[in-house]
């Protein structure tokens, strides 16, 4: 049921990391902490450069390995799914992080391993 292929995780790396650095605004993230707007935003211009940096389709300067991209993913994931608990968000500022978290480790669980011919072939 793995259906996430790398090319579309690319394609999802940049819109995702520019509503990271715009919904906090958008939405009035931080009301019970302030932590709840920039942390998101500094995950958000994270999630640029390391896009950026990632060797897949849309990598920029391909020097990060596309498994090194998925590990960060999967711990954001992680760590927006521990934010609300461990900081203190209640409200909106709890639910922007679960929602996110949530979907961030679906596309990371979906991904669709590649074949290793396909690997030689987009080196």
Request: aromatic content about 12%; hydrophobic content about 60%.
């Amino acid at each position: 049921m793995r259906f996430v292929t790398r090319t579309m995780h690319a394609y999802l790396d940049y819109p995702v990391a520019l509503s990271l650095m715009a919904l906090p605004f958008m939405l009035g993230l931080g009301m019970s902490n302030p932590l709840a707007k920039w942390l998101a935003v500094g995950t958000g211009v994270a999630a640029l450069i390391l896009t950026v940096f990632t060797d897949h389709e849309l990598g920029v300067i391909r020097v990060l390995p596309y498994w090194f991209h998925l590990a960060v993913d999967f711990l954001v994931g992680g760590v927006f799914i521990a934010a609300p608990i461990v900081l203190g968000f209640e409200g909106l500022d709890a639910l922007y992080y679960w929602a996110n978290g949530a979907a961030v480790l679906v596309v990371c669980s979906l991904h669709k391993p590649e074949s290793a011919a396909s690997q030689a072939i987009a080196a």
